[in-house]
């Protein structure tokens, strides 16, 4: 992990370095050319499964706003092609290698494959991305926006510092200022666009490892690094838990890639590499429990309500959204206030027509 971490660091000196000196400046649309964009690439070179779901909602509004227009997607490692399978206006993953500096020959001509199409607009998603930045100024392109900060629209929009939201809201603006009108709406939520078939399948893995007569509770109880919480913070969670909710409740746990549990096994547990299954378990539960992260993502991305746990990590910045999903910053809020949180949630559900179990 020490020499993974190293490897990045480089990296992340490398890229400064190479954009250090270039310059990214917005070149602006204008209403006489024609704002009917037929081809976008966004460039988000990440590898991460949050971070990538993080980007669905830009996607569905660049599909709202121009549903001809085909989008490619430049990012890094294998996830893109799994989080947006079913999204059928996205064309090309440009894709780099998940580890640079084993596969560099395959690094450079991935990244001159950039020059290979011409694009009537580049965007690089994440403003503090050296490499997104870089190959949004690389790409043969019409127009680029490289997606700087507005103070305005930050004091305009009190969730704008959201990964998923900025760019949304930034991109609105942009298209703004070019002379197209755009009616104010909620930020698309975050959409893995599960297809009724996995749907059925993930209610037919949940219900052969979970009562089926029962609703289920899904809990995540592993992170990366201090976003983890320890194995004595989730026991008593746990406790709770069953104590709350073990009669009426399935409490499920769904288990990382690493396969092990800050509770040793002791609930029901779920494993699998397959996110699209993850995913589709998930969206067959009423309520998913866990500390952020990308399966804490990939929970919101299912369309089931999420409850994120922040102890770390900025809430405003990372919190799922939508559904009634919420934040809870557990350096303020014990298990009783959480405990009080899942219960608004599942009232809420209470209330909804019942879904069918078997």
């Not at 001509?109 to 965007?123: A, C, Q």
């Not at 127009?143 to 609105?172: C, E, G, I, S």
């Not at 559900?349 to 069918?356: C, E, M």
Request: charged content about 20%; glycine content about 6%; overall charge positive.
């Amino acid at each position: 992990m020490d020499l993974k971490i190293a490897i990045n660091n480089v990296r992340r000196v490398v890229m400064h370095g190479l954009t250090k000196y270039v310059g990214f400046s917005d070149t602006m649309i204008k209403a006489e050319e024609g704002i009917d964009l037929k081809r976008i690439l966004l460039c988000r070179p990440n590898s991460r499964l949050g971070n990538q779901l993080l980007i669905t909602p830009l996607v569905q509004e660049i599909i709202a706003l121009f549903p001809d227009c085909k989008v490619d997607l430049f990012a890094r490692g294998f996830l893109s092609e799994i989080i947006f399978e079913n999204y059928e206006q996205i064309d090309k993953k440009i894709k780099l290698p998940k580890k640079p500096f084993g596969e560099m020959i395959k690094y450079i001509k991935v990244w001159f494959s950039l020059r290979r199409r011409r694009y009537d607009l580049v965007i690089n998603v994440t403003e503090g991305s050296s490499s997104g930045r870089l190959s949004t100024r690389f790409s043969r392109a019409r127009w680029r926006f490289f997606n700087h900060t507005d103070a305005l629209l930050q004091a305009r929009y009190p969730d704008y510092r959201h990964m998923a939201k900025f760019p949304v809201y930034n991109f609105r603006h942009y298209l703004s200022l070019s002379g197209l009108k755009i009616s104010e709406r909620p930020v698309p939520l975050l959409s893995i666009k599960l297809s009724e078939a996995e749907l059925d399948k993930g209610k037919m893995v949940l219900n052969s490892h979970v009562d089926h007569t029962k609703e289920t509770i899904c809990i995540y109880t592993f992170a990366t690094g201090t976003k983890c919480y320890s194995e004595e913070w989730w026991a008593v969670m746990y406790i709770r838990l069953m104590e709350t909710y073990g009669k009426t409740y399935n409490i499920l746990e769904v288990l990382p890639i690493e396969n092990v549990s800050k509770i040793h096994f002791e609930a029901c547990s779920y494993y699998s590499k397959n996110i699209r299954e993850i995913a589709s378990v998930i969206a067959n539960s009423v309520l998913f429990l866990g500390a952020d992260s990308g399966i804490m993502h990939l929970a919101a991305s299912s369309g089931t309500p999420t409850v994120g746990l922040f102890s770390i990590t900025d809430p405003s910045v990372y919190r799922p959204y939508g559904n009634h999903s919420l934040a809870i910053n557990t350096n303020t809020t014990n298990t009783d206030g959480i405990i009080a949180a899942l219960n608004e949630i599942l009232n809420y559900n209470s209330y909804l027509a019942p879904r069918n179990l078997n």
